[in-house]
């Protein structure tokens, strides 16, 4: 197949390119998030994103990258404290993204409506996000207040806010041949 003169589409051999360019926007959108929101970057956003539209290893690069660009910015533009209590809360955060890719996996393949499977995994990924979380703090020093409804209330529209951008950036990349068209394209093809 030719290459589309106004698309990024072409032959198989350009894939690796299209998802590292797809890789840097998010991760690239990610860090404008990181910057206004510090701790409450919408990384279960990203992460329903990576487990609903992406091969299962490219979707873990993806977080994996978006939580790298988040700690750098927070280490060295946000200061944030350089104690271990912070460094195992970056860690859990990344532990909590991964998996909260893994269950928008799962929970976007219950459905073949592209709406309602972007939404299942975002929901899903938001709970095991939070909940990932919650769990850390059984071994980790926080407070009461972290996990509040206020709190928690706050994170969600920001994550939802980001799903809703992160879905429209999805949907040009889509359009111009950035990312493949279909979920259930890779899904079938993505054994790691």
Not at 21 to 28: E, L, P, Q
Request: with cysteine; hydrophobic share 55%; proline share 4%.
């Amino acid at each position: 197949m030719k290459a589309d003169v106004l698309s990024f589409r072409s032959n198989d051999e350009s894939q690796p390119i299209r998802t590292a360019a797809w890789i840097v926007i998010v991760t690239t959108a990610t860090i404008a998030l990181s910057v206004n929101f510090a701790c409450a970057t919408p990384l279960a956003a990203v992460a329903a994103l990576a487990g609903s539209h992406m091969k299962r290893h490219e979707g873990a690069w993806l977080v994996l990258t978006a939580w790298l660009a988040n700690q750098l910015v927070g280490y060295y533009l946000l200061h944030y404290p350089r104690t271990w209590d912070s460094f195992a809360w970056g860690a859990a955060i990344g532990i909590a993204s991964l998996l909260a890719a893994l269950g928008a996996r799962g929970a976007a393949q219950t459905t073949r409506s592209p709406v309602l499977s972007s939404l299942t995994a975002f929901l899903v990924a938001f709970l095991i996000y939070e909940g990932a979380l919650f769990a850390a703090t059984a071994v980790l020093p926080s407070s009461a207040a972290a996990f509040s409804l206020p709190v928690i209330a706050r994170i969600l529209g920001i994550n939802a806010c980001a799903a809703v951008g992160l879905a429209a950036i999805h949907w040009l990349a889509v359009r111009i041949g950035l990312q493949p068209r279909r979920f259930a394209e890779h899904v079938a093809l993505s054994h790691g």
